[in-house]
């Protein structure tokens, strides 16, 4: 059984562009949420998609959007990439909303 | 304020130390979970918490609701152990995380 997977495990985009992030929850596994980690921070909430809706979302701008596809997959959108938009990109998984997450290996995005 | 603050921030151990670290929340919780980060960012879940305690191997976590504190305890530590630790208070449809608890057993 696959856990959470997400792609690319490294990106590096200029700013100004456009990026999008992916994520395969675990098997079983109809939620998604998505985090930003800066370096030495701990993760940020960006937002949750559940029903492939967003249901709940961080305090991050317009830039950041996302998706959710009727098997759950799920990708995040960073538009107008700035160089503090530098981190590490984490999926995490659950069986409903406010239950256990599974996180993924993250996707570290680099702007230069 | 930090809704998750954590302590200590860095911690170094001899191999087979018992060691502790601390979560403490201002956020109502469904539940409190403890993460273990490696280095390159993969992070695991190691244990959710509502009331209690909970024992996986070496590794034991409490929680205690009514002073909104969590501890993660690890005895006979060892190298292996090395990470980050994070704590995070799941409440609705969200995570509050802690910065973290960088530790280092030395051999």
């Known amino acids: 059984d696959a856990g959470v997977t997400q792609s690319p495990t490294h990106l590096i985009k200029t700013r100004g562009q456009q990026v999008t992030l992916r994520c395969s929850p675990k098997?079983?596994?109809?939620?998604v949420s998505w985090y930003q980690q800066a370096l030495g921070q701990g993760p940020q909430f960006i937002f949750q998609?559940?029903?492939?809706?967003?249901?709940q979302r961080g305090n991050f701008p317009d830039r950041f959007s996302g998706h959710q596809f009727p098997n759950y997959s799920s990708e995040l959108n960073v538009n107008a990439l700035l160089l503090g938009d530098s981190a590490l990109y984490l999926c995490a998984s659950s069986l409903g909303p406010q239950a256990l997450s599974f996180f993924g290996q993250g996707t570290r995005l680099t702007v230069v | 304020k930090n809704e998750v603050e954590q302590s200590p921030q860095n911690l170094t151990a001899q191999e087979g130390e018992f060691i502790t670290i601390n979560c403490s929340y201002s956020v109502g919780i469904s539940a409190l979970h403890w993460l273990q980060q490696h280095p390159g960012g993969g992070i695991v879940s190691l244990f959710m918490l509502s009331s209690g305690k909970k024992k996986h191997g070496r590794l034991i976590a409490t929680i205690n609701i009514q002073e909104k504190h969590s501890s993660l305890h690890i005895t006979a530590s060892h190298p292996r152990d090395s990470a980050v630790y994070i704590c995070?208070?799941?409440?609705?449809?969200?995570?509050?995380f802690g910065t973290g608890t960088s530790l280092t057993v030395i051999p």
């Open positions: 995070a208070a799941a409440t609705g449809n969200q995570f509050y």
């Open positions: 998609y559940y029903e492939e809706e967003e249901r």
């Open positions: 098997s079983g596994h109809d939620t």
